[in-house]
């Protein structure tokens, strides 16, 4: 189940391969809103000081020096405090490398790299020398360090603006540093330095976590004993104004964190449903939609190592919320009898993308034997024996679309067994005796578009010459020429050569709000009468009570529609899927072989998020709002099989 957790933060895509760093981590702390002075004594920092304890040069004697230091921010600056104990403070107005200084080592992520930054901060003289922060190029415009003396030493506090690292008017999340002390006690001869790490540069410097990566720290990597090594990792600006955020994979959880994300008092995480971290496969940012924002795509195996489905997912996170799923697509199956793995190109097109899904590697799977599950929220992997050899999704206006579909000659053949099955089709034909199959779904022929009946269909309708969102032929109706099936907003339509003497068409508006709310439409033989129906995934809209948490509830639908004589009826609908922001409860749909061509079985399948105590609707023992109840997977009964009785499909 995703969670928020909120924690004050005062505090180009980039992909960033996790590493372990030698050293000890500094939490920054939060330093807005506070009351720090800086007159070099520390003494309102929050927190304890982290001892610089790494020998990185020469031998110190016990005590001398002993230094300890701090790093903070805020909105506009960066601070270092330190403590020394250093029974000579060797300073020139020159400050130079061999004389006593601290040195700030801060890296941040770029490029797939780091870039790294060392600054040199050197404690003042009282009426002598002043304190100055230097970089090569001289003392930092902007900064400013006071010191104080102590007993057997001296503490200081440093003031270093933003500014001075041009990388953090975008990166502040993800960073690295170390701090150093350079103890001479006679000029121009190093006598030892101290750090909190011997690294100097880039991914070998520990973490520098701000305040909303300690709490992500704290509440789920160290609450769940999980390394701290990220599973996979990338950086861009997925969300909110134009700092890139950190998107990082711990354990089998999404996690997104950075300094204005949410507001600057928020971190993410959720759940992935996986068993393992290694079944992610994929995980990068770009912009999907052209929003100007990046987008999380992420590649997935739900099952185990051997046996799984593996989903491609685009995830949006809009106005800094959590993310939501824009695009669902299976790419591959594996199971005991075989494996089929589509190839997934995702490509720059206009100011977005465009994702192509096509055929590729298959092994051990037969069409005559096929009865795997069709995924019930999303449109399934491509099977070696369809027609279909790719398919290519863009976002048009307000979500993923299909743009392009490429037929070919599959390298298996569609056949009928002798025992009368039905290659790929998740079933067998009960009679081997019946009438033949339909054709599988193709694009149509210039001698099938039947222009002037389209036409017709346009002008009374008012769709003028959109194009259609789904457009194949089969054969649904009639004699065995097959009819054009189109889907226009929210109509399904049919028209063809032999049906309603080719002069006109059917129509059956799909219950939608939405045109962009039918997510797939596809055609199969079902009745076992020789002619195909249409089968529709969809998805509904629904506003609870507040009983159940006010938010809006996502039902996945699954519709069947038969051509009965001149007319299109709707002959079958269940729910197959639940969603309500990342907590969902997805189905599963199985065409069996019946008595009379394949029976309907919805069966339970998994729960994300939500289980038996949690899930805050009733079970629904009818139909709900003319849907086949969704059958949850702690409920009693199993699966429910629906058969043909000649006008509808019905319970048994």
Same mark, same amino acid.
Request: glycine letters at 12%; zero cysteines; a neutral charge.
């Given at each position: ?395 048009? !206006? #307000?979500?993923? %679309?299909? $743009?392009?579909? /490429? ?9 009928? @067994?002798?025992? =009368? ?120 809209? !629904? #506003?609870?009570? %507040?009983? $159940?948490?006010? /938010? ?9 529609? @038969?051509?009965? =004589? ?87």
């Amino acid at each position: 189940r995703s969670r928020f957790f909120w924690f004050p933060l005062m505090a180009m895509t980039m992909a960033v391969t996790p590493a372990f760093a030698a050293g000890v981590t500094m939490d920054a702390d939060p330093l807005e809103g506070s009351s720090l002075r800086i007159d070099g004594v520390p003494g309102e920092w929050p927190g304890r000081f982290t001892d610089l304890r790494e020998s990185v040069q020469g031998n110190a004697r016990s005590g001398d020096p002993g230094v300890e230091g701090k790093i903070g921010y805020d909105e506009k600056n960066l601070y270092v405090a330190l403590h020394a104990v250093d029974d000579q403070l060797v300073r020139t107005k020159a400050a130079g490398p061999d004389e006593d200084h601290a040195t700030l080592l801060l890296a941040f992520p770029r490029g797939g790299g780091f870039v790294t930054h060392a600054l040199d901060l050197y404690p003042g003289q009282a009426g002598k020398t002043a304190g100055v922060v230097k970089s090569k190029a001289g003392a930092v415009p902007g900064s400013k360090l006071v010191e104080a003396p102590t007993k057997g030493g001296f503490t200081f506090e440093a003031q270093i603006p933003w500014s001075t690292f041009p990388e953090s008017a975008r990166v502040r999340v993800g960073l690295r540093a170390a701090l150093r002390y350079t103890d001479v006690d006679t000029p121009g001869r190093v006598h030892a330095v101290v750090a909190t790490s011997t690294a100097t540069e880039g991914s070998a410097l520990p973490p520098l976590p701000l305040e909303s990566e300690q709490g992500l720290d704290e509440s789920l990597i160290r609450a769940k004993s999980l390394s701290r090594k990220a599973v996979k990792l990338a950086y861009g600006n997925v969300s909110g104004d134009d700092f890139i955020e950190r998107v990082a994979i711990y354990g089998t959880n999404l996690t997104i964190v950075g300094p204005h994300y949410r507001g600057g008092k928020q971190f993410y995480f959720g759940d992935l449903g996986i068993a393992d971290p290694a079944l992610v496969t994929r995980l990068e940012l770009r912009d999907a939609d052209g929003d100007g924002h990046e987008d999380i795509i992420i590649q997935k195996r739900i099952g185990a190592q051997d046996a799984y489905r593996e989903i491609l997912q685009v995830l949006r996170v809009p106005a800094d919320e959590a993310p939501v799923a824009a695009f669902s697509h299976e790419v591959a199956i594996k199971t005991k009898d075989g494996l089929i793995a589509n190839q997934v190109k995702i490509a720059s097109a206009g100011r977005g993308i465009k994702i192509t899904i096509s055929q590729g590697d298959s092994e051990g799977f037969d069409p005559d034997s096929y009865a795997e599950l069709k995924q019930a929220d999303m449109p399934s992997a491509l099977l070696p024996w369809q027609t279909i050899k790719s398919r290519t999704f863009q976002w048009k !206006a #307000t979500g993923f %679309e299909k $743009v392009d579909e /490429e037929t070919w000659s599959p390298k298996k053949a569609v056949t009928t @067994s002798k025992s =009368g099955s039905v290659a790929g089709s998740g079933g067998a034909r009960a009679a081997a005796s019946g009438p033949p199959a339909p054709p599988p779904p193709r694009p149509p022929t210039a001698d099938e578009l039947l222009d002037r009946v389209y036409a017709l269909y346009r002008k009374d309708r008012g769709v003028g010459q959109r194009s259609p969102r789904f457009d194949f032929v089969t054969d649904v109706a009639g004699d065995r020429t097959p009819e054009r099936v189109v889907v226009h907003d929210r109509d399904l339509v049919i028209f063809g050569k032999g049906f309603r003497g080719g002069t006109s068409y059917a129509f059956i508006t799909i219950g939608v709000a939405d045109a962009k709310d039918i997510l797939d439409v596809t055609s199969h033989d079902l009745t076992g009468d020789g002619r195909a129906e249409i089968i529709v995934r969809a998805l509904l809209h !629904a #506003t609870p009570s %507040e009983e $159940v948490g006010g /938010e809006s509830v996502d039902r996945y639908a699954l519709f069947v529609y @038969s051509v009965n =004589g001149e007319q299109l009826t709707r002959i079958f609908a269940a729910e197959t899927g639940r969603a309500q922001g990342q907590n969902r409860v997805l189905g599963a749909v199985a065409f069996v072989p019946g008595a009379r061509g394949l029976d309907i079985q919805l069966r339970a399948a998994r729960g994300v998020g939500w289980n038996r105590k949690t899930y805050p609707f009733p079970q629904d023992n009818g139909s709900a709002g003319g849907l086949e109840p969704l059958r949850l997977p702690w409920a009693s009964g199993g699966a429910q099989k629906y058969e043909f009785n000649g006008t509808a499909y019905q319970s048994r």
